[in-house]
């Protein structure tokens, strides 16, 4: 079920408000993930809010660089990032949600990104939902940015 929550990273300098649903938690195996510990909350860029932290907020990108991991240059929080397999859309990190008990968190979704490439085919093919043609995280994480206040 959608609810509104709000969350941000450990010193405050960044805070959001976005739409999430609790019962779509998702871990992944991939090479940043597994060291991030992040717990994903996929959510749409129109249901998702960055109510402050345009300036603190620094995006690292390897790979691809498509996904954007973007995190408070202050503390080093990763409260959200833009994913590679979904570039148009954002995935909020669980564990920075306001109240949230970390140890209680149990993500039932499961992204393969250690074998990124056949874990995306498959995901694609179990939702028919592919990333539309063009998209890119550094877009994605500009026109957050455009809505944000200063
Ligand atoms: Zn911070």
């Known amino acids: ?16 408000r976005a739409e999430v ?3 779509l938690l998702s871990h992944c195996n991939c090479s940043i993930c597994t060291k991030k510990g992040i717990v994903h909350l996929g959510c749409a860029v129109s249901q998702f809010q960055l109510l402050r932290g345009k300036t603190a907020l620094t995006s690292y ?6 996904a954007q991991h973007t995190f408070c240059s202050h503390c080093g929080m ?12 954002l995935s ?3 564990r920075c949600l306001d109240g949230i008990d970390g140890a ?8 393969d990104g250690k074998h990124w490439e056949e874990a995306q085919q498959r ?5 028919g939902q592919a990333p539309p043609p063009g998209a890119h995280g550094a877009k994605t994480l500009q026109a957050i940015l455009d809505r944000a206040p200063e």
């Not at 990108?61 to 498509?66: A, I, L, N, P």
């Not at 990763?78 to 859309?89: E, G, L, Q, T, V």
């Not at 995901?123 to 939702?127: D, F, M, S």
């Open 78 to 89: 990763h409260a959200f990032y833009i994913p590679r397999a979904n570039p148009h859309r």
């Open 92 to 94: 909020v990190n669980a």
């Open 123 to 127: 995901r694609i093919a179990e939702t």
């Open 61 to 66: 990108t390897f790979g691809t660089g498509v």
């Open 21 to 23: 649903d609790l019962d």
């Open 104 to 111: 209680s968190l149990n993500p039932k979704g499961f992204f």
């Open 1 to 16: 079920m959608l609810e509104t929550r709000e969350g941000g990273c450990h010193c405050g300098r960044v805070r959001f």
